[in-house]
């Protein structure tokens, strides 16, 4: 019922254990199971299938990073948060990292003390609205109705939007993705609005998706990143080099397909070192030489994961745009593996 | 019996303290007293000290950072440059507002359903029973999204309303319904001092019509007293109230805003909006509220011994007469202290506005603020503050009116 309040009492009650306990990566190695927060049900991010299986682009990288920590790809506890409930979870450590859609910012990497590790996803806010409004430009919609999801930077990149726009529109806050769509579709709301991925991911689940369209305007930068607690740059490090792993693999070929034959030695030293057949990486890391094969064994390379989950061919439809890689034009690009 | 023959010894044992009877329940509550507030001060200190470690501390200040975001129902002026501070006391005015519309129409329904739960009418007593156990057994949180579910399914779109030749026509050309709300229209004056100034003087209006008619009645009352015969008083009343207020409304310029349905592609525009979450926040809190109600104006009213109503009847009073000048009166000193709880749960259950996404203390302060600043601490112990202080409120002044209507004993 309070949910404010049991979330507080819940923030102290991390805190204190969160103080006591020894580093991130020797927790997970206990406890042999990553716990990881994903979105309530984002379709292609994160969403349990038929099976009540998680699946998703998002899951698809705490399965990678299980792999590389514990072995196992399956050994993942996921903890469904809310906009509202996602900071807290990580900061009492109910969570060992957060892969949530997650804007990086920098009054949540600095003031909230959370650690960004990358970007996984270059997204951008959007508006989805009705055809028949015939509406064709963020410009138009003086007056509208726009449902928003309470507790994201949405929120506030729509009220900066409106303002340097000079309209003027009618909040409706909303808690899930699901009431939202329940709201948008029984015409509560003229508008909705979150990042273009989702919008897509939800149109995706509609009757009938061609009702809808969505507008030309992005009018925010949402580069959408997994975080874990500051502080404990061990596991961070662990996390960012599983995503720059992935990332890797793309740039250098190395795909689900190919990665044993891979992983048996290949010409290309920076393959042989992402691979462990060469060099000590694995080992700075605190991990064993293998550490990344196994996590790109889970789903494939970075390439794979999008396609699968939210790419072209899947009902959600997203093109690589910004998230091609920086050889192709696009804004990926891993550190090198050295 | 040995205390009888011994005096008591004048000097005092440690033994005393668990082995004498005067001592022993004062040393128990003491140790008692000690072990929790060292309990407090260990989860205090725990908390202090792990907020230090994390690198966080406790700190107000982000109440007077702009907010950013914007709030749709606001009784004051707002935007989304004003403070965290502002927006918390949009939410405390749209918390109060639901409250106090809530406990109205609850005490409505309640005592309603109470009276007619006693009924000798068969079909009425045990439809109004039916309410009551059908809405206190399920969670109101339940009926709160059942009823906008309701509101925002089976009513149209405001588009309907909207355009030159719309699907639907404004009720009476100045109501319109739809699943964003009601909109109404609103009065407004085109004269007079501007702003609020208008408002406070036509309320002066009304409260010195309030007492010239009192006046009025009391010297009707000393004449009834003198005489026997009371003077009709019905056309003076009526004018006291009426005349001065036409006249103050018409020198002010009063003038009503109607809803427009040209002036937007996407909703009406202009009018009183009672939106769709507070209607529905609002009617589930006093309907689920009210089946409580009922249940304790029931028992009041059967506190009351039935010698009572035959006595009323034997003295020829009508049924209506005997319930409200006999019985109710009476009832009032069993049902006013649980209806001051029934009052202290709709100010606390309407926290769950945001389930319906009306923007009271705990969506804005407790919700928005608290996410976008990250102070959950800050904004969880403020939230508190809040409620107990409403709380407490509400407990005074109905305990002040409780006491008014008690047995008063000389």
Redesign the interface.
């Known amino acids: 019922?309070?949910k404010?309040?049991i979330?507080?009492a819940a923030?102290?009650a991390g805190?204190?254990a969160?103080?006591a306990a020894a580093g991130t990566v020797d927790d997970v190695k206990a406890r042999g199971k990553l716990n990881c927060g994903v979105t309530t049900g984002l379709v292609g991010f994160a969403s349990p299938d038929a099976n009540g299986e998680w699946q998703g682009f998002d899951v698809s990288l705490c399965r990678a990073v299980a792999a590389a920590v514990l072995g196992d790809a399956s050994a993942v506890e996921f903890v469904p948060t809310t906009?509202?409930t996602r900071?807290?979870a990580l900061?009492s450590g109910e969570i060992d990292m957060l892969a949530r859609n997650t804007t990086w910012t920098f009054?949540?990497d600095v003031?909230?003390?959370f650690e960004f590790v990358g970007v996984n996803y270059y997204d951008g806010q959007g508006f989805m609205v009705p055809k028949e409004?015939g509406v064709s430009s963020a410009k138009e919609?003086?007056?509208?109705?726009v449902c928003i999801q309470?507790?994201?930077t949405t929120?506030?990149n729509?009220?900066?939007f409106?303002?340097a726009n000079n309209i003027s529109?009618?909040?409706?806050?909303?808690?899930t993705n699901a009431e939202a769509q329940q709201?948008y579709l029984?015409?509560?709301?003229?508008v909705y609005t979150t990042d273009a991925s989702g919008l897509a991911a939800t149109r995706a689940s509609f009757e009938n998706p061609g009702d809808h369209v969505l507008l030309p305007e992005i009018i925010s930068k949402e580069p959408l990143g997994p975080l874990v607690r500051?502080?404990d740059h061990e596991w961070g490090d662990v996390v960012r080099w599983t995503l720059n792993a992935l990332i890797s693999a793309e740039e250098l070929g190395v795909t689900s397909a190919n990665i044993d034959e891979m992983a048996a030695g290949t010409d290309n030293p920076e393959v042989n070192r992402l691979l462990g057949t060469e060099g000590t990486l694995g080992e700075m890391l605190g991990l064993d030489a293998d550490w990344a094969a196994r996590a790109i064994k889970v789903d494939g390379n970075y390439g794979e994961v999008f396609a699968k989950n939210i790419g072209e061919e899947t009902p959600i439809g997203l093109a690589r745009g910004l998230n091609a890689q920086w050889t192709e034009g696009g804004l990926l690009y891993s550190p090198p593996f050295r | 019996m040995s205390t009888m023959t011994d005096p008591p010894k004048a000097d005092f044992r440690l033994s005393m303290l668990i082995n004498d009877t005067r001592y022993r329940s004062l040393t128990f509550q003491v140790i008692a007293a000690i072990v929790i507030a060292l309990s407090i001060w260990y989860l205090g200190n725990n908390l202090i000290q792990n907020l230090r470690a994390a690198g966080l501390n406790i700190s107000y200040s982000f109440l007077g950072d702009p907010s950013g975001y914007d709030i749709n129902q606001r009784l004051i002026e707002y935007d989304s440059q004003a403070s965290h501070g502002r927006a918390a006391v949009v939410g405390i005015l749209n918390t109060l507002l639901v409250a106090f519309l809530a406990c109205i129409t609850a005490t409505l329904f309640g005592v309603i359903a109470g009276v007619l739960r006693l009924s000798n009418n068969w079909l009425i007593s045990k439809l109004m029973a039916f309410y009551v156990e059908i809405f206190r057994n399920i969670p109101v949180l339940i009926w709160i999204l059942i009823i906008f579910f309701i509101i925002t399914a089976s009513m149209p779109a405001p588009r309907a309303y909207l355009g030159e030749d719309a699907e639907r026509g404004m009720t009476l050309g100045l109501f319109a319904f739809t699943n964003r709300g009601i909109y109404v229209p609103f009065p407004y004056f085109t004269g007079g001092f501007g702003g609020i100034a208008n408002w406070l003087l036509v309320i002066a209006v009304l409260v010195a019509s309030y007492f010239s008619t009192r006046v009025v009645n009391k010297n009707a009352q000393l004449k009834q007293e003198k005489t026997g015969i009371r003077p009709n008083t019905l056309l003076l009343n009526a004018a006291i109230w009426l005349v001065p207020l036409i006249v103050v409304l018409f020198l002010l310029g009063l003038s009503w805003d109607l809803p427009d349905p040209l002036a937007n592609r996407f909703n009406l525009r202009g009018g009183l909006q009672i939106g769709a979450p507070l209607i529905a926040l609002w009617f589930a809190l006093s309907i689920y509220t009210g089946a409580f109600i009922a249940e304790n104006v029931r028992a009041g009213i059967q506190a009351i011994s039935k010698g009572q109503t035959e006595a009323a009847a034997a003295l020829g009073l009508r049924q209506g007469r005997i319930m409200n000048l006999v019985i109710l009166p009476q009832a009032l000193r069993v049902i006013i202290p649980p209806l001051i709880s029934q009052y202290l749960n709709i100010t606390k259950n309407s926290s769950l506005a945001i389930a319906v996404g009306y923007a009271d203390i705990t969506a804005t302060l407790g919700g928005i603020t608290l996410n976008q600043t990250g102070r959950a601490i800050e904004c969880v112990l403020l939230l508190m503050l809040f409620y107990l202080t409403a709380s407490l409120l509400i407990s005074m002044v109905m305990n002040i009116y409780n006491a008014s209507v008690k047995l008063k004993e000389r």
């Open positions: 019922m309070k404010s309040v979330l507080g923030t102290i805190l204190a969160g103080a906009g509202k900071f807290t900061a009054s949540r003031d909230l003390k409004l919609l003086d007056g509208a109705t309470t507790g994201t929120e506030l729509l009220a900066d409106f303002r529109y009618e909040p409706v806050p909303i808690e709201q029984a015409g509560a709301c003229d500051h502080g």
